[in-house]
């Protein structure tokens, strides 16, 4: 990976979001290096439109590999794609974990310590079919 940035909330039309939002992943994630004109033709893009947000009463609400969550708490929020858990063959209670590790938050399991939401999503790129 060598950039990633979206928002939760549209404000612009779905292709212009698309196309700002690949814009900045690939230049402006200040987690990377700039993405430069060699790497450009190796890169694959991947876009992940989220579905609506549903908050997360207990665990059993978290199925790893179909949701994805966002833990807001402090003014912290941190956002883990359903693939990312998929990716590392992670359980639900290590999904929840990482995504408060993602907010900058101490690592949790307790669906009560912050606002835990949880959403779907439909996932594609170039080289595959919409999931």
Known sequence: MRGCIGTLAASEPIPQAIANAAISAGARDPRFEPVSLRELSECDIE???LGPL???RSMDEIVAGRHGLVVEKDGRRGLL???VAQKYGWTAREFLRQTYAKAGLAP???IGSASVQ???AIVFG???DIR
């Open 47 to 49: 876009i992940s439109i």
């Open 54 to 56: 549903t908050r997360v």
């Open 81 to 83: 794609l359903p693939q």
């Open 108 to 110: 949790s399991e307790e």
């Open 118 to 120: 949880a959403f779907e």
């Open 126 to 128: 170039e080289l595959d």
